[in-house]
């Protein structure tokens, strides 16, 4: 079986479904990372102000010698920055680091509730999205009550919410939001910290069923649900791996199986709680 291997965003960009996270590379790191993941075919690079390594993606994507129009670079900005004018001088200093002229999708890292102006930056965003300085909008670790109140105060919605979510998190409440009102959800941490999840024997199972290993298994498992992922690797061999999930299907009772490792909301990061 193959599927597509991009989605196309509510408000008309195109994304890979799969792409390569970069936390927590290092700029040195970075750059050599994405432009071998270039080479094995990445399109999709993920990175953040938090993470320190914009200027290492942004080389990276220079170093790769694709068209420019060719790639698609997500970046992310902290909570000081949770304000309309504010965004800008975000995303301004984000470009810089990258050196590019314009950003793919751009997300608030985090909702950070608690200092409630996360309304004021969705509003920036939207206005550097009218300037064409983005291509699409999103958030990252939103909770469909935050999304709701972009809605109903903006009359607006992301085209993509970047949350935490594996085998382990479902995010169940979460997804059913996100197909209810066209909102990607992309995932990261796909799959889960540590090697616990892929020593499951459920995945386990299901990779020698499939002659794959059990990051294949797992990838696959997000792409059948209809999601997008950013697993990171530094490693070229593995990135490549990581890659090649769009040639087998798992079963319905593999993917059910899968799915019953969840652990409840409770075992995903609190937004209400956490967030930079």
Not at 184 to 194: A, D, E, F, I, M
């Amino acid at each position: 079986m193959s599927d597509a291997t991009t989605v196309r965003l509510a408000r008309g960009a195109v994304m890979p479904r799969l792409g390569l996270g970069t936390w927590p590379m290092d700029d040195a790191q970075a750059a050599r990372s994405v432009a071998a993941a270039v080479e094995a075919g990445y399109r999709l690079f993920d990175t953040a102000e938090n993470y320190g390594n914009e200027q290492g993606v942004g080389q990276g994507v220079r170093d790769a010698g694709v068209p420019r129009e060719e790639l698609f670079v997500t970046t992310k900005f902290n909570a000081q920055w949770h304000g309309r004018d504010l965004v800008r001088q975000a995303f301004d200093a984000s470009a810089q680091r990258l050196g590019l002229d314009y950003v793919d999708l751009l997300l608030i890292h985090w909702p950070n509730p608690g200092q409630d102006r996360f309304v004021d930056a969705w509003r920036g965003m939207l206005d550097l999205l009218a300037e064409g300085r983005l291509r699409a909008v999103g958030v990252s670790n939103f909770k469909p009550a935050h999304l709701q109140r972009l809605l109903d105060e903006t009359g607006e919605l992301p085209d993509v919410n970047q949350i935490q979510l594996s085998p382990y998190t479902t995010r169940t409440d979460a997804r059913a939001f996100h197909t209810e009102h066209a909102i990607v959800t992309q995932t990261w941490s796909p799959l889960g910290r540590g090697t616990e999840l892929l020593e499951e024997p459920v995945i386990v199972d299901a990779a020698k069923a499939h002659g794959r290993t059990p990051a294949q298994v797992v990838l696959r498992w997000h792409l059948q649900l209809g999601l997008s992922t950013v697993p990171k690797s530094a490693h070229p061999e593995r990135m490549r791996e990581n890659l090649a999930v769009f040639d087998f299907a798992l079963t319905d009772a593999e993917m059910a199986h899968i799915s019953g490792l969840d652990q409840g909301e409770q075992a995903a990061a609190d937004s209400d709680a956490f967030g930079h």
